[in-house]
């Protein structure tokens, strides 16, 4: 598909308006490199009304996530500080098309990080971590979509809640976790569904960044992928994340 910025305006508007589109795919399959070039073009229009880049989301980083979503690569997207949300907050349904929440784990960077790097070089990067929660939001009709379509679409990056930040050496490698909805457990499972370690996936984000001529900067969020299936949201729930050790992340949805 040769017209990446027209493709890129649509994206863009169906994420700023919080409107379903039908699927790229459904006329033409974009390529992943062309599907990333897609997302850095709409992100290009988000900075240009003033938001701010201030760190990534990895996608697809545990089996649970791949399962539900039928897709089985790794792909990340970019976080902007529009799309923060406060804990014990509460989020905008009308804001979005069709959310869904997702247990993550957050890395805080204090160093650039970018590019080929061991576990212990990008947990060294890293000034704290804290216990998140992703609000994901396809624009896609039926949040159905194929692998070009989520990256054009920035990954499905809406929203996202973080905790309190703990010690960078915290052992976040298996820590059960449960997300409640409205008191009623919806999603339980382990920060170990995270690539068997939540570390590997800054690690990947590392790697995935620099393919594309960026770096982790210090400051930046990194979020490591939803660590079950997403879960479904309607206005007035009260969704709460509590993992062992790390702490308890929440908010409410309002209209
Ligand atoms: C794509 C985004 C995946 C994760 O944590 O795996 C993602 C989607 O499921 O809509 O955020
Ligand atoms: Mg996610």
Known sequence: ????????????????????IAQFSDKEVLTLDEAYAVQALS???RYARGEKRIGIKMGFTSRAKMVQMGLDEMIWGRLTDAMREEDGGV???????????????????????SGNVTVFEAMDAVAAVAPAM??????????????????????????????????????????GLVMSIN????????????????????VAAARMVASAGECLNEG?????????????????DSVVTDFQDLGTVSFTVGE
């Open 43 to 45: 992100m290009q229009r």
């Open 220 to 236: 930046d969020i990194v979020l490591a992928g939803g660590a079950t299936a997403a879960s479904a949201m309607a206005v007035g």
């Open 183 to 202: 008191g009623k457990a919806s999603q339980i499972g382990s920060t170990a569904a995270i690539l068997g370690n939540p570390a590997r996936s800054l």
């Open 91 to 113: 989020i905008s349904f009308k804001k979005y098309v069709h959310p869904r929440v997702e247990p993550e784990i957050a890395f805080l960077m204090r160093k650039p990080l």
């Open 134 to 175: 992703e609000v994901i939001d396809s624009r896609y009709d039926n949040f159905k979509f194929d692998l070009g379509d989520v990256v054009a679409d920035n990954s499905s990056s809406s929203g996202f809640v973080i905790g309190n930040w703990c010690a960078p050496d915290s052992d976040i490698s298996n820590l």
């Open 1 to 20: 598909m040769s017209d990446l910025t027209k493709i890129a305006e649509i994206a863009d508007e169906a994420a700023r308006t919080g409107t379903a």
